[in-house]
């Protein structure tokens, strides 16, 4: 008699949807806290500040759209941008500012504690701004012939939007990956770049952002423009579900090896998945976030914004490879900043921490994939408390 309403308990907390709750700690609890790199975080949560508070509806999750959550989020970024020198000039100033702002809450998926953290990079390509036999894979800027259509204004049982295009009389799904490269958009004018190499383009892509150098040595950003609407099947996953690759094998090295082992079944990997990310040239700044922040090595998250607001800092208490051994693991107590999104970057519990450019960057976004726990750190009033 048990064993069937177990097993109905089971099934229905596997098949839940994925659902943010929030338990009340304090600081003191938080192991690490004290050395959690806080001047780097202050500096970036300046950033978002600049950018998120003249929209303080922007990228906020049902849970959090009041007035009451607003306030709050503007008065921590007012007591950080008035106190800016003096909490941004030391590492005790500035955890003392957050220590003061915020309250932390640790964040859990329904009952399950903890999460998963990845990394991303900014990537560095070799482009052109003109094709060539040697340039001659475009990257495109976003088209002016997509529809987004929010599904909740024509059905209230409908949620999310959509993204197609018009073709005669028929509204239709945007182009695919394919559809792209075999040639949707020739003589529309969208491309901005071409590219030397097909697995640039695709890792930059996975990416959201990186920098292209040109043939005469200048360097120059490409920053996310948007996407088609589909969504992503990673090529790590479909060289796993093909065969090629076992799961505890695959890492951006591992996949960037395989495509060049194998280069004429490059597209036909890629063509598996359909999503499509388009660029925008951003001369020398950035890369910036989904939020509009410039990004800072270490110290930016990207998390799924339908769990928890953008802008607000995050701790995470998990592990990262070692340099020395990507199957090794040490500590990784940080404090970061959530500022951008990701196609992948889905659930209650999840986080891409952006690691920069470089060596370093590229080695730990290729083999992170750890579990982690999450503080989120909500603005002191944000829930209507003192």
């Not at 360097?219 to 992503?232: F, P, Q, S, W």
């Amino acid at each position: 008699i048990l064993l069937p309403v177990w097993l109905a308990v089971f099934l229905t907390a596997k098949s839940a949807p994925p659902k943010l709750t929030l338990k009340e700690t304090d600081f003191t609890s938080l192991e690490g806290w004290q050395a959690a790199g806080h001047v780097q975080a202050f500096s970036a949560f300046i950033k978002s500040c600049e950018k998120l508070t003249p929209r303080p509806g922007y990228l906020i999750p049902d849970g959090f759209k009041n007035e009451t959550f607003a306030r709050a989020f503007s008065d921590a970024c007012a007591k950080a941008i008035e106190g800016e020198d003096f909490y941004g000039g030391d590492a005790d100033a500035a955890r003392t500012f957050f220590e003061e702002a915020f309250v932390p809450y640790k964040m859990r998926n329904g009952w399950t504690r903890k999460g998963k953290i990845t990394g991303y990079y900014e990537p560095l390509m070799e482009a052109s701004l003109e094709p060539s036999p040697d340039y001659p894979y475009p990257l495109y800027r976003a088209p002016g012939d997509q529809i987004r259509v929010d599904l909740s204004k024509f059905r209230n049982d409908l949620t999310g939007t959509i993204v197609g295009r018009i073709e005669g009389n028929s509204f239709l799904p945007y182009y695919t990956r394919r559809d792209i490269d075999e040639g949707a958009f020739n003589g529309k004018g969208l491309e901005i770049l071409y590219a030397r190499d097909p697995i640039d383009v695709y890792f930059l892509q996975v990416q959201g952002s990186g920098r292209a150098r040109l043939p005469d040595g200048r360097i120059i950003g490409v920053g996310y423009a948007g996407k088609n609407g589909h969504a992503n099947t990673l090529a790590g996953r479909t060289l796993v579900q093909t065969g090629e690759m076992e799961i505890e094998e695959v890492s951006m090295q591992s996949i960037r090896q395989w495509f060049k082992d194998n280069p004429a079944r490059i597209f036909e990997i890629l063509h598996k998945d359909d999503s499509y990310v388009f660029f925008t040239l951003t001369g020398g700044d950035g890369p910036f976030g989904s939020s509009g922040a410039e990004l800072t090595p270490e110290h930016s998250l990207a998390i799924d914004p339908t769990f928890a607001p953008m802008g607000l800092p995050i701790f995470i208490d998990g592990e990262i490879p070692t340099l020395d051994n990507p199957d090794e693991f040490e500590p990784l107590r940080q404090l970061l900043i959530a500022q951008d999104t990701g196609g992948a970057i889905k659930g209650a519990i999840r986080g891409d921490v952006f690691w920069g450019r470089g060596e370093k960057a590229t080695y730990l976004a290729g083999y992170m994939n750890n579990e982690a726990t999450f503080t989120l750190l909500l603005p002191r009033g944000a829930l209507g408390d003192d």
